[in-house]
């Protein structure tokens, strides 16, 4: 089932709800920022939460001009070990596994 | 017209199903899941079976909707491996129900070893009963790892994939679930999972075949007309009626016939 829109009407039909989620994605990270100053971290300082840290990783993914970003950003956020874990921690999720360098 | 296949009416009101009828809703099926706390006997999984098996169904019928089940105990609670054989040993009881179509829906929460045990004798007793199976594959960072220990565990029983719905895929596990054989759904939340426009991206990108969507509304953030707003949003890309009845009406009547017991009453 292919697309039916043009590139001009996805950009006309969506462009002001993205918009909006990337005004928020950044004032997120400013209130981030904001917080962790008031608790004494330098703006250079390495950002303490694994989930802030993927996020920006993620970012990364989005600007790369390649296809699949959504599948991608999602594999980058997923626990890649592969065996069963001895016993559950707890019963939610975080939302991102460690980054693989970390 | 449309068929929710996995939705948690325990959770919902009374005003949900007159809305869901007016949405064009015909027929939905619960799957017994997590009800937000962990039961404390077998005996709660029971009073939790009437309830899907006698209660559901009536309440939905005001509304001209069609109710049907898949039993079991949810991963979230099969940590405890002693609870979920009880509840394994009861469910038996309660398959000739007439609403019943399955196990479901079974999976993995955070792809422990306990749950990948209680997950094999699930499909065990599937197996055993020839019956057709729903799965729930785990949240966020433990879908992808959690996807490919279901599959590979359904595999291991000889199952059919084509009587499986693997649930909740995204974009980092529809390709594989389907180039395995599997029917997947796709689950229409607000924050995770997929939203409507995802979703038909999906469908874009994937095609119609063996997919279909649902809103596995519950006493979460979620949307019980979830399904008819993803219809919308196909209508307002343009695409044809014919794929949006394909996907929200064809798609699950086709795979739930398989059952013997599904009906829309249409």
Wanted: aromatic content about 8%.
């Amino acid at each position: 089932m292919s697309i039916p829109m043009k590139a001009r009407d996805i950009a006309d039909r969506y462009f002001l709800e993205h918009r909006a989620k990337v005004l928020d994605l950044a004032a997120f990270l400013d209130r981030y920022d904001r917080a962790a100053q008031a608790e004494g971290h330098a703006a250079t300082d390495r950002i303490d939460d694994g989930r802030v840290r993927a996020l920006l990783a993620a970012i990364h993914l989005l600007i790369d001009r390649k296809p699949e970003r959504a599948r991608r950003v999602l594999e980058l956020w997923s626990d890649r070990s592969t065996d069963p874990i001895d016993r559950a921690p707890m019963k939610g999720a975080i939302g991102v596994a460690p980054l693989p360098d970390e | 017209m449309y068929i929710d296949p996995h939705i948690h009416m325990v959770s919902r009101t009374t005003d949900d199903y007159r809305q869901m009828a007016l949405a064009g809703c015909v027929a939905i099926t619960e799957p017994a899941f997590w009800a937000g706390y962990d039961r404390s006997s077998a005996q709660g999984f029971v009073d939790y079976f009437r309830l899907l098996t006698d209660t559901e169904p009536k309440r939905a019928a005001q509304f001209g909707i069609r109710h049907h089940t898949w039993l079991c105990i949810n991963p979230k609670e099969s940590e405890d491996i002693g609870l979920a054989r009880e509840v394994l040993a009861e469910i038996p009881s309660f398959l000739d129900r007439p609403s019943v179509l399955g196990i479901g829906e079974i999976g993995l929460n955070k792809n422990s070893r306990n749950e990948l045990t209680v997950l094999h004798e699930h499909i065990a007793l599937a197996a055993k009963h020839q019956l057709m199976i729903l799965v729930h594959t785990p949240h966020l960072e433990d879908k992808l790892k959690g996807t490919r220990l279901i599959m590979d565990a359904i595999r291991e029983h000889g199952i059919d994939p084509g009587r499986v719905l693997i649930d909740h895929v995204e974009e980092h596990t529809v390709g594989e679930v389907l180039r395995r054989g599997f029917w997947a759904g796709m689950t229409l939340y607000p924050d995770t999972k997929c939203t409507p426009q995802r979703a038909v991206d999906i469908f874009e990108m994937h095609g119609t075949d063996r997919l279909w969507i649902n809103s596995a509304a519950d006493w979460g953030v979620s949307d019980p007309l979830a399904v008819p707003k993803c219809q919308q949003e196909m209508r307002a890309r343009g695409h044809l009626e014919a794929a949006i009845r394909k996907v929200s009406f064809e798609n699950p009547f086709r795979f739930l016939s398989q059952s013997g017991r599904f009906s829309t009453g249409h």
